[in-house]
Nanobody, 127 residues
Framework: QVQLVESGGGLVKAGDSLRLSCAAS????????MGWFRQAPGNEREFVAA????????NYADSVKGRFTISRDNAKNTVYLQMDSLKPEDTAVYYC????????????????????WGQGTQVTVSS
């Protein structure tokens, strides 16, 4: 079992930045690829970013590419999502997730591939 706890959400203005954190406990954190997903009201949960166990490879949704950066610190059992140039359409609940099985970056965009999920943190961007 892996427990995931997100933090760092909040209310910001368009153009501002936020950094989300996801702290993991339980199994060996470095065994897992990690992903960030988000869900806006009335929408399905969608992929935002993913990172492999070593941090060597990352992948982003087109809507956030160039604005968001995913990173991890295996010594701290934490994955981060740095969000810059935020837009109102980034408003959503953001979830981190852990995937145990080895996968390509393309597969890591699929929420069905992930084994564990956090409870989410709300990000609201005002115009």
């Amino acid at each position: 079992q892996v427990q995931l706890v997100e933090s760092g959400g909040g209310l910001v203005k368009a153009g501002d930045s936020l950094r989300l954190s996801c702290a993991a406990s339980g199994r060996t954190f470095s065994d897992y690829a990690m992903g960030w997903f988000r869900q806006a009201p009335g929408n399905e949960r969608e992929f935002v970013a993913a990172i492999t166990w070593s941090g060597a490879n990352t992948n982003y949704a087109d809507s956030v590419k160039g604005r968001f950066t995913i990173s991890r610190d295996n010594a701290k059992n934490t994955v981060y999502l740095q969000m810059d140039s935020l837009k109102p359409e980034d408003t959503a609940v953001y979830y981190c997730a852990a995937a145990r099985r080895v996968a390509t970056m393309a597969i890591l965009t699929s929420r069905g591939w992930y084994d564990y999920w956090g409870q989410g943190t709300q990000v609201t961007v005002s115009s």
